[in-house]
């Protein structure tokens, strides 16, 4: 892994004594012991993990809190009046200042890691548990969204660079795993907790102020826990435990000042800046799940947001175990890009097989949960061998310039995700329409099922005219029709007969079926006319003699109109009852119905298929990727690979040597 450069990148002073642990080696101005956080001597292996997992344990909590938003984003839409665009405008925007607050990170180089990361810390908990929650418009939420944003931007390059400080080449694939676990643990935290807190606690300020509270108290045992190593110390590369010696004797012969002239210029080459857009539009479809996951799920399949927080857990946890198998597989074989390709040829598939999904309604929540795995397991193959070999890559160029080259990384992602943002609602632009009016109209609808089905079946005009004068005649024969499938003209002649024949359509109807066909039969037959007139006796509760009265008027109406009424007659009245009960209905839900059913219908119909190119232009993203791992450092062939090792053991041996004399000789 590292090519036979060996550990440096340029001759090293004598040794010196070493300065007490905790110490400012770069700095002869005395700290308040909160901010002395360097260490002068590199640590054993229980105090090095030690501070690698709080490392960890801070970048899961840093993006625990960035992403919680998507948990309940359709929730924070509606509370605030957000559109889908505004919705959009603020995750654009706060990536936007994310980037600038990566480049911002490069400073880390000079300033150091620990504290920057402990400050970001104690601002993001306290953003997410007091300011978030309790923003009182869109302009605030999205001022304090964009300084959460800041924060995790300097977090995404001084987290890692304090993994990569404490982590030499040999091991620096597994130690990257556990870093890449913090957005991955982080995006499983928001699915798990809100997946199984939403239900009792449906309001979304909940879910904020609880990730709040969690990150203050993972903020305290950083405070008091989180080191990092003195400049002289992170400025060398590391490749094994072996170079400890080394590295310490060096330590002090070590300006850190000199070796940090001109670190931005070493850094803006293509191997850091093409590799590091390589894996940014690689990353484009991870970072659309984790804003967009729930919002496609809920608009296109209908899921709660529990639900599609749910399937999301699938994702995460598989992303979370091909990390750590994924590190230690390449630690142990030496190499790095065979796994980069392998990984995202795995992920590509699944995403394939994913997009292909996309428009089919029937498929099943394990289907997609299956999917989901296959593009986890390949992405995080890929993805934490591409940061062991980067850092690795920033090293061969200048070690003491290592968190200027992850800055550079940091800004190129965040403007990649930016970018990616802004153009995703032209991409799919009916997921506005669903987010902005498909709630509503979706309990309307629950509410009037069939007023629904009568709005969406008259035309609009002829509502209108209603609207107008519900006593119009033609309107109303209009609106029959159209919900019925008889024609207009035949409709007002139905209604004009009912008109006439009220009464002796309410005597037809107190005569069963078979009175009805004997009478049409034989008129006059005695039986038939006695059985009608006990049937409508007993019907409408009158005396026989009115009976037989009630039947004569019956007799009277031509048998043409009768016929009429009874072959067209019940399916008008179904119309004309079913176009009454729009009375139900609030005016105000009526107009909505009007002005946006059809919209979000149709919006319905075609997102599936937007969201289905969405998903194939991440699936080009990711071909892309591939090629840009020729451009890092590193061996194809682990043979070759732990070659190298060995040529580097003997150098350090040889160096050591030449220090342990240089030493003897000055005494």
Same mark, same amino acid.
């Given at each position: 892994?590292?090519?036979?450069?060996?550990?440096?990148?340029?001759e090293?002073?004598?040794a010196?004594p070493h300065e007490?642990?905790g110490g400012?080696?770069?700095d002869?101005a005395?700290?308040p012991a909160?901010?002395s956080?360097?260490?002068?001597?590199?640590?054993?292996?229980?105090?090095?993990?030690w501070y690698?997992?709080i490392?960890?344990?801070?970048?899961?909590?840093?993006y625990?809190?960035?992403y919680?938003?998507?948990a309940?984003?359709?929730?924070v839409?509606q509370?605030?009046g957000?559109?889908f665009?505004?919705?959009?405008v603020?995750l654009?925007v706060?990536?936007?200042?994310g980037?600038f607050?990566s480049l911002?990170a490069?400073?880390?180089?000079r300033?150091?890691r620990a504290?920057?990361?402990?400050?970001g810390?104690?601002?993001?908990g306290?953003?997410v548990?007091?300011?978030?929650?309790n923003?009182a418009?869109?302009?605030w939420?999205l001022a304090?969204f964009?300084l959460l944003?800041?924060v995790?931007?300097?977090?995404?390059?001084?987290?890692?660079?304090?993994i990569?400080?404490?982590?030499?080449q040999?091991?620096?694939?597994?130690?990257?795993?556990?870093?890449?676990?913090g957005?991955?643990?982080?995006?499983?935290?928001?699915?798990?907790i809100s997946?199984?807190?939403?239900?009792?606690?449906?309001?979304w300020?909940y879910?904020?102020?609880?990730?709040g509270?969690?990150g203050l108290?993972?903020w305290?045992?950083?405070?008091i826990?989180?080191?990092?190593?003195?400049?002289?110390l992170r400025?060398?590369r590391m490749v094994?435990?072996?170079d400890?010696a080394?590295?310490?004797a060096r330590?002090?012969?070590i300006k850190?000042?000199?070796?940090?002239?001109?670190?931005?210029?070493?850094?803006?080459k293509?191997?850091v800046?093409?590799?590091?857009?390589?894996?940014s539009?690689?990353?484009?479809?991870?970072y659309?799940?984790?804003?967009?996951?729930?919002?496609y799920?809920?608009?296109?399949?209908g899921?709660?947001?529990a639900?599609?927080?749910?399937?999301?857990n699938w994702y995460?946890?598989?992303?979370?175990?091909?990390l750590l198998?994924a590190?230690?597989?390449?630690?142990a074989l030496?190499?790095?890009?065979?796994?980069?390709i392998?990984?995202?040829l795995?992920?590509?598939v699944?995403?394939?097989?994913?997009?292909?999904a996309a428009?089919?309604?029937?498929?099943?929540f394990?289907?997609f949960a299956?999917?989901?795995i296959?593009i986890a397991?390949?992405?995080?193959?890929a993805?934490v061998?591409?940061?062991a070999?980067?850092?690795?890559?920033?090293?061969r160029?200048?070690?003491a310039?290592?968190a200027t080259?992850l800055?550079?990384?940091?800004?190129i992602?965040?403007i990649?995700?930016?970018v990616s943002?802004a153009?995703l609602?032209?991409v799919?632009?009916?997921?506005?329409?669903?987010?902005?009016h498909g709630?509503?109209?979706?309990q309307i609808?629950?509410s009037?099922?069939a007023q629904?089905?009568?709005?969406?079946t008259?035309?609009p005009?002829t509502?209108a005219?209603?609207k107008?004068?519900?006593?119009?005649?033609?309107a109303?024969a209009s609106?029959i029709?159209?919900?019925?499938?008889v024609p207009?003209?035949?409709?007002?002649?139905?209604a004009?007969?009912?008109?006439?024949?009220?009464?002796?359509l309410?005597?037809?109807?107190?005569l069963?079926?078979?009175?009805q066909a004997?009478l049409?039969?034989?008129?006059t037959?005695?039986?038939?006319?006695?059985?009608a007139?006990?049937?409508?006796?007993a019907?409408?509760?009158?005396t026989?003699?009115?009976?037989? &009265?009630e /039947?004569?008027a019956l007799?009277? %109406? @031509?048998?043409? #109109?009768? *016929?009429? =009424?009874?072959?067209y !007659?019940p399916? +008008?009245t179904?119309?004309a &009852?079913? /176009?009454?009960?729009l009375s139900? %209905? @609030?005016?105000a #839900?009526? *107009?909505y =119905?009007?002005?946006? !059913?059809?919209? +979000?219908a149709k919006?319905?119909h075609?997102?599936?298929?937007?969201?289905?190119?969405?998903?194939?232009?991440c699936f080009?993203?990711?071909l892309?990727?591939?090629?840009?791992a020729?451009l890092?450092?590193g061996r194809?062939n682990p043979?070759?690979?732990?070659?190298?090792?060995?040529?580097?053991?003997r150098?350090v041996?040889?160096?050591?040597e030449?220090l342990?004399?240089?030493?003897a000789?000055?005494r």
């Amino acid at each position: 892994m590292t090519d036979g450069h060996g550990l440096g990148t340029r001759e090293r002073e004598p040794a010196a004594p070493h300065e007490p642990a905790g110490g400012d080696l770069h700095d002869g101005a005395p700290r308040p012991a909160w901010l002395s956080r360097q260490l002068t001597r590199y640590p054993n292996t229980g105090m090095r993990v030690w501070y690698l997992a709080i490392t960890v344990a801070v970048t899961v909590v840093l993006y625990y809190e960035l992403y919680i938003q998507g948990a309940v984003a359709t929730k924070v839409i509606q509370h605030f009046g957000f559109t889908f665009t505004e919705f959009v405008v603020v995750l654009v925007v706060g990536n936007a200042v994310g980037a600038f607050g990566s480049l911002f990170a490069g400073i880390a180089d000079r300033w150091g890691r620990a504290n920057l990361v402990v400050g970001g810390l104690l601002l993001s908990g306290l953003l997410v548990t007091f300011a978030l929650p309790n923003a009182a418009s869109k302009g605030w939420y999205l001022a304090f969204f964009a300084l959460l944003s800041v924060v995790e931007g300097v977090a995404l390059v001084a987290t890692p660079a304090l993994i990569r400080d404490f982590s030499p080449q040999l091991g620096r694939a597994a130690a990257m795993a556990f870093w890449t676990m913090g957005p991955v643990l982080g995006s499983l935290l928001v699915t798990e907790i809100s997946s199984h807190t939403l239900a009792s606690h449906p309001d979304w300020q909940y879910q904020f102020r609880l990730c709040g509270i969690i990150g203050l108290a993972v903020w305290l045992v950083a405070f008091i826990g989180m080191r990092e190593l003195s400049p002289q110390l992170r400025d060398q590369r590391m490749v094994s435990m072996r170079d400890r010696a080394l590295i310490e004797a060096r330590a002090a012969g070590i300006k850190p000042d000199e070796l940090l002239r001109g670190q931005w210029r070493q850094m803006l080459k293509p191997d850091v800046i093409g590799s590091a857009l390589g894996i940014s539009v690689f990353l484009m479809l991870y970072y659309v799940f984790v804003a967009f996951l729930v919002v496609y799920f809920v608009t296109v399949f209908g899921y709660t947001e529990a639900r599609s927080n749910d399937l999301g857990n699938w994702y995460w946890i598989a992303n979370v175990v091909a990390l750590l198998v994924a590190g230690f597989a390449s630690d142990a074989l030496r190499v790095r890009k065979p796994m980069m390709i392998v990984g995202a040829l795995i992920s590509v598939v699944g995403v394939a097989l994913f997009a292909t999904a996309a428009t089919e309604p029937k498929t099943g929540f394990h289907t997609f949960a299956a999917y989901f795995i296959i593009i986890a397991v390949g992405s995080g193959i890929a993805y934490v061998s591409w940061m062991a070999a980067f850092t690795e890559t920033v090293e061969r160029r200048n070690p003491a310039a290592t968190a200027t080259g992850l800055a550079i990384w940091g800004w190129i992602i965040r403007i990649v995700v930016t970018v990616s943002f802004a153009v995703l609602p032209s991409v799919v632009p009916a997921t506005s329409t669903l987010v902005d009016h498909g709630a509503r109209v979706k309990q309307i609808v629950a509410s009037y099922p069939a007023q629904t089905r009568v709005l969406q079946t008259v035309h609009p005009a002829t509502l209108a005219a209603l609207k107008l004068n519900p006593a119009n005649r033609a309107a109303q024969a209009s609106a029959i029709s159209q919900l019925t499938g008889v024609p207009p003209a035949r409709v007002a002649q139905v209604a004009l007969l009912g008109e006439r024949y009220s009464r002796e359509l309410v005597v037809a109807a107190a005569l069963t079926p078979a009175t009805q066909a004997a009478l049409a039969s034989e008129p006059t037959s005695p039986a038939a006319l006695q059985a009608a007139v006990r049937e409508i006796a007993a019907g409408l509760h009158i005396t026989p003699a009115q009976a037989s &009265a009630e /039947l004569a008027a019956l007799g009277r %109406v @031509p048998r043409a #109109d009768l *016929a009429l =009424l009874r072959i067209y !007659g019940p399916t +008008v009245t179904h119309g004309a &009852a079913a /176009l009454r009960s729009l009375s139900a %209905v @609030p005016a105000a #839900d009526v *107009a909505y =119905l009007a002005a946006h !059913g059809g919209e +979000v219908a149709k919006a319905s119909h075609e997102s599936p298929g937007q969201w289905q190119t969405w998903w194939w232009i991440c699936f080009a993203a990711q071909l892309v990727f591939i090629p840009t791992a020729f451009l890092l450092t590193g061996r194809w062939n682990p043979r070759r690979a732990r070659q190298d090792e060995i040529e580097h053991d003997r150098r350090v041996e040889h160096e050591l040597e030449l220090l342990q004399a240089e030493t003897a000789v000055g005494r």
